[in-house]
């Protein structure tokens, strides 16, 4: 299988950036109305900000040279209210823009994690959790920039660009082309320094998600570590994975301040060609002082535009492969989908169906896993599948879930094929208790109603009180309202099972399936537990997969796997009489107790 | 944790190029309209023609120096705060790998994964890129106001007034920011953990076919996450033209008052061209200073986190006196142990011996505190009385290394790390462990075969959760990895659940062969513990039967019930 390990960086699909970027701005084009009425309010606010320079000089030129205090005064108040028209504005936009930012993140974020909630184990088994939670939270947030600068960043500069360009040209277009001389070069240089930056910032945000699964996975596996006094090597480990992030970073900011070096260079070839090109070429008089000294304040109003664009630049640079990284995820297709048209399924009887069924895991097609099952469950019935580890049992029940695909053969379900119906109906008449239980933080209500929230109380506890799970959650602190965190020592993990096992009763499934359900839980609750079980399982459809012989002698029909098929099936009675497969591994078991 | 000022000043040599560049870059930023003038008056108006190329030579040597060293600056201040970042994410990520369980019962992974990361960087931040621009900002401001000084004293009353009062609204918007950026953080990590849980647990998300519940839950955090985002918005929209506004009134406060001096003939035009232009220097310091106070506002919410984490001690940390064992022989001893915890008791007055080589069988309902028994053992928590003795030792005095070291231990979670096979069945003897010890302990684990099946054998990844493998390949992986650590104590804590009958007959045929081994294991099956040479039956908290597996059948007690079920099937 084609996993990832946290050391390890993620393959990714190669996109060109401008799909990537042309696709995050389609966001924010559906907030046209919004960002026209933003760029008017950042139109008002550039104004007030050029026109400020103009007042100062009028007052200073005109007035106090004229010594016209009345004229002086007048013109303060004017700048007063050009002041509060771009403080208003200012504060409007920047209000407006951040609303549009964060819903745009919001909605991405929600996009991204109602898809991931689609996809199938295959994705999930592939790589660590913690990577994928870097895509929904660190990748998504790093976006934020990039959008709302867009406008903020983006506009003002071009404008005030474009209007100092045409103001030169217009005033002395020899001087004008001079200055202007500069602009192809440093556009080279900087898409070079981008070409170059935008490689190693990608290589930073690979070595930042598995910098966050090597985290993920330590702090997990914790108890591990400290038992197999691994704190040294895992130690060794992570500052590894901190050492490459750091270097990574500083790899790519190498590269990327030479922005700032470039634009010194780019002013100063500029000066130069404009005092050189004006004075020797065409003429300091024909010029004239006046002019020069607007053209100087005119360069310095030209490169800082140009800085913000840069830097505006960079945040792309560096921001883009978040976008592609989110995309990536988005255009992951969901294997496992309901199909076009799919139905619901009804109410089920729970006839099981396994007609000539092959299955390979997608990655490495040409080994089965499983070859030609058939068989048929009647509606009620009770079967235990037994055999060694790894035989199939599980990849059988999985694909009763439809968690995975038939490679070929099909599987149908009181008649109705798996493909056809849609996988909600499916999975919510359908009880699967597996081999790790997971619990959610909450409460042990919220936990034991997970599969079905409008449960009474009555019919909780009564499940609680069928798995035996009633008498040591009233012995917590607050009974079913006791809180459950991830790692919480308060419950053993037999405990944990019982209310997995609760959980499932809860649901009330047609079809229940049991994938080594009480493998820990000790004899004495599993007796109990077992009559919880037969009476769960009267009625329904039920596939039981255990290793202890004691749960599996009361089932209707035993499937015992190996070699990728049912090798042996039947009575428990038949199955002893034939003394093949199940009757030594019966013989083991009784032997050794 | 080291206090932040050590971390920085490790680096002081940094510090100072990028400051020595920073101010060297300022002054050169002062010097160019000195030659802009010289151009104007001597060669324009004063049409000196032989002074041009000069001049423009210094333009470009300004305009190249600059370059360099702001490149110098840049670089030295962004890898100063990477350098720092790293050196304190490895300093917090050892301090939490050794803090004791009780933390990390109390803490979640989400939580503790944006500390290290999320508020590292953040931290790393202030220190670099952002310390940088605030000090050019201060020192360029300083620079400024100097020249102003030395032109009109009085005028620059005028900035004087203006300048503390957009630095009380600075620090007024980085106080209120600080405490948005606190609950931002604080969201985050509950974004986080939803996030990780449900990725975690989507098995059981997709086979209860709750993923609405899930997108619900998760919107939820994201929608709040949004309105936190909208408040901090709306803060530095309150502040940030505010203080772009005064610092616009100053530039009109001078113009105005510079005007009246002027027209009152107590200064010169020319100065008040000047005066002004410098006011107008002034202002870029005071506007970014707003922005940057937002990232130390994060920066410091961060920090008072991380020193939060810093600051717990582990609770189970070696004694000052802790004196290593010469040998571990592996006679372990409970000598009336109890353990209360959160005011509920867990386990009361456990006592037992186990002489090194021989076996220790626990049987028990689920909850009874069977597991207990082996955190107490490798000291995840200390007992509340009683004590604990390894070859007669206290086990509190003696150095928590050693103590875990001398048991191997398979606990009944299963947890692979995602490496190779061999990685995994190496964890914690990395560098010592042979190859051939690998597949030794597979070979006695019963793993080999379905190793050797796999597509890289021993150096297949298997994933997070040990993906791709069964549940029961996984159980003989965590089996493997304790044999090859070859401790003197193993201890199997139901290990051998998922396993089929076959299996797990031939890997207790294995354990048996290797003798010399202090066993303690834990089963619910008879057919696990009946070989012990004792049996406890734990109950309620204490022990409820013992004896070997003859006295204890004679006993007719739970354990005869239990192998009377077990037996019958």
């Given amino acids: ?593 | 944790m080291k206090k932040l000022k050590t971390y920085m000043l490790h680096y002081w040599y940094l510090y100072l190029l990028g400051t020595v560049c920073m101010v060297s870059a300022i002054v050169l930023d002062m010097i160019t309209p000195q030659i802009t003038r010289r151009i104007i008056d001597e060669v324009i108006v004063g049409g000196k023609m032989e002074l041009l190329m000069g001049l423009l030579a210094g333009i470009l040597a300004i305009g190249f120096s600059r370059a360099i060293l702001q490149y110098i600056k840049e670089f030295t201040w962004d890898s100063v705060g990477a350098k720092i970042g790293r050196d304190m994410r490895i300093d917090l990520f050892r301090h939490v790998q050794a803090l004791s369980m009780d933390f990390f019962d109390k803490h979640n992974t989400g939580e503790l994964m944006t500390r290290v990361k999320d508020d590292v960087d953040r931290v790393w931040g202030v220190v670099g890129f952002v310390g940088n621009l605030s000090l050019e900002a201060v020192i360029h401001t300083i620079f400024v106001l100097t020249c102003m000084f030395r032109l009109n004293p009085w005028l620059t009353l005028a900035p004087l007034v203006v300048l503390p009062v957009i630095g009380v609204l600075a620090i007024r918007m980085e106080n209120k920011l600080g405490v948005v950026y606190d609950e931002i953080s604080e969201e985050t990590a509950e974004l986080n953990t939803v996030a990780q849980e449900c990725i975690a647990g989507v098995r059981t998300v997709k086979a209860f076919a709750r993923e609405n519940y899930e997108i619900e839950k998760f919107s939820r955090h994201n929608r709040r996450f949004y309105d936190l985002n909208m408040r901090q918005a709306r803060l530095v929209a309150d502040h940030q033209p505010l203080i772009t506004f005064l610092g616009k009134l100053m530039l009109l406060l001078v113009v105005i008052v510079g005007g009246l001096m002027v027209i009152g003939g107590k200064m010169t035009l020319g100065d008040l061209g000047a005066f002004s232009e410098y006011a107008n220097n002034v202002i870029w310091p005071m506007e970014i200073l707003g922005w940057l106070s937002n990232d130390i506002a994060s920066a410091f919410a961060s920090w008072k986190k991380i020193q939060k984490v810093a600051k717990q001690e582990p609770q189970i940390a070696d004694d000052k006196d802790a004196q290593p064992l010469p040998q571990v022989k592996g006679e372990i001893t409970f000598d009336h142990v109890s353990l209360t915890r959160g005011g509920h008791e867990i386990l009361r007055d456990v006592s037992f011996q186990i002489r090194p080589g021989h076996t220790l069988g626990i049987m028990g309902m689920t909850g009874a505190g069977k597991t207990t028994i082996v955190n107490l053992l490798q000291r995840f928590y200390d007992v509340t009385s009683g004590r604990i003795l390894l070859d007669g030792v206290d086990i509190r005095t003696i150095p928590l290394a050693q103590l875990r070291a001398s048991m191997a231990v398979v606990m009944q979670e299963v947890f692979l790390f995602s490496d190779t096979v061999s990685e995994n069945v190496k964890t914690g003897k990395r560098g010592t462990l042979s190859q051939d010890t690998v597949k030794w302990a597979a070979v006695r684990a019963g793993a080999s075969p379905f190793i050797e099946d796999l597509s890289n054998q021993y150096e297949t990844v298997v994933g997070e959760r040990g993906v791709g493998l069964s549940g029961g390949q996984k159980q003989r992986l965590c089996i493997a990895r304790a044999i090859a650590k070859q401790a003197p104590v193993l201890i199997l804590d139901d290990a051998t659940s998922a396993l089929d009958m076959e299996t797990e007959k031939l890997i207790q045929k294995n354990l048996r062969e290797v003798s010399g081994l202090t066993k303690i294991i834990i089963g619910h099956r008879v057919s696990a513990v009946r070989s012990a040479d004792e049996i406890l039956v734990l109950d309620h908290n204490t022990i409820a039967e013992r004896g070997t597996h003859e006295e204890l059948m004679s006993q007719q007690g739970q354990y005869y019930q239990t192998w009377c079920v077990q037996a019958r099937a």
């Fill in chain 1, 1 to 593: 299988m084609a996993v990832n390990t946290a050391k390890q960086d993620e393959l990714q699909r190669e996109v060109p950036k401008r799909v990537t970027l042309m696709r995050l701005f389609r966001y924010l084009f559906q907030y046209k109305k919004t960002l026209v009425y933003v760029a008017a309010l950042i139109l008002v606010a550039l104004a007030a900000t050029l026109a400020g320079p103009l007042m100062i000089e009028r007052a200073v030129d005109v007035h106090v040279a004229n010594g016209d205090v009345a004229g002086l005064a007048r013109l303060a108040v004017l700048a007063l209210a050009v002041y509060t028209a771009y403080a208003v504005c200012t504060r409007k936009y920047m209000v407006t823009m951040a609303g549009v930012t964060n819903k745009i993140l919001l909605t991405i974020r929600g996009q991204l994690y109602e898809h991931i909630q689609t996809l199938s184990f295959h994705f999930f088994d592939s790589r660590p959790t913690g990577k994928i939670l870097a895509r929904v939270v660190g990748d998504v947030n790093s976006l934020k920039d990039v959008l709302s600068d867009s406008m903020t960043t983006l506009l003002p500069s071009l404008l005030t660009l474009i209007g100092v360009a045409v103001i030169m040209l217009w005033k002395n277009w020899q001087l004008a082309c001079a200055t202007l001389l500069m602009l192809p070069v440093l556009a080279f240089f900087m898409f070079l320094i981008q070409f170059t930056a935008h490689k190693l910032w990608q290589i930073h945000r690979k070595k930042n998600s598995n910098l966050n699964a090597f985290i993920h996975e330590d702090f997990s596996g914790i108890r591990i570590v400290q038992s197999f006094a691994a704190e040294q090597e895992k130690q060794k480990d992570f500052e590894q994975c901190a050492g490459e992030y750091t270097s990574s970073f500083i790899n790519a900011v190498r590269v990327e301040d030479a922005f700032g070096a470039l634009v010194e260079i780019t002013w100063g070839v500029g000066g130069f060609l404009l005092y050189f090109i004006g004075i020797r070429i065409v003429g300091a008089d024909k010029i004239g002082v006046g002019t020069f000294m607007a053209f100087t304040s005119y360069l310095g109003m030209f490169w800082n535009p140009i800085r913000n664009l840069a830097s505006f630049y960079n945040k792309i640079v560096t921001n883009i492969s978040a976008a592609e990284r989110i995309f990536d995820i988005l255009d992951t297709p969901s294997e496992i989908a309901d199909r076009e048209g799919a139905r619901e399924l009804p109410q089920i009887t729970g006839k099981v169906c396994f007609d000539h069924v092959n299955f390979a895991y997608t990655d490495e097609p040409d080994r089965l896993v499983l070859e030609d099952v058939s068989f048929t469950v009647k509606p009620g019935e009770t079967i235990a599948l037994v055999g060694p580890t790894g035989a199939g049992k599980t990849t059988i029940v999985n694909l009763i879930s439809r968690f995975y695909d038939v490679t070929s053969g099909r599987i149908t379900i009181d008649g109705n094929e798996l493909h056809d119906v849609t996988l909600k109906s499916l999975r919510s008449q359908m009880g699967v208790m597996t081999q790790d239980t997971f619990l959610f933080t909450g409460t042990v209500r919220e936990n034991i109603c997970y599969g079905r929230s409008n449960a009474t109380e009555e019919e909780m506890i009564a499940a609680a009180k069928a798995v035996h799970a009633h008498d040591f959650i009233m012995r917590m602190e607050k009974g079913y309202d006791t809180e459950i965190s991830e790692r919480s020592g308060q419950l053993s993990i037999g405990q944990r099972q019982l209310l997995a096992f609760a959980r499932t009763m809860v649901s009330d499934p047609r079809i229940l399936i049991l994938d080594e359900a009480t493998s820990s839980i000790d004899t004495h609750t599993e007796r109990m537990v077992q009559q919880g079980i037969e009476a769960l399982v009267k009625g329904r459809t039920s596939f039981i997969i255990a290793h202890r012989l004691s749960t599996i002698r009361s089932a209707d029909r035993i499937f015992y796997i190996g070699d990728k098929n049912i090798v042996e099936a039947g009575s428990h009675e038949e199955l002893m009489a034939k003394k093949g497969m199940y009757y030594r591994l019966y013989e083991s078991q009784f032997e050794i107790a």
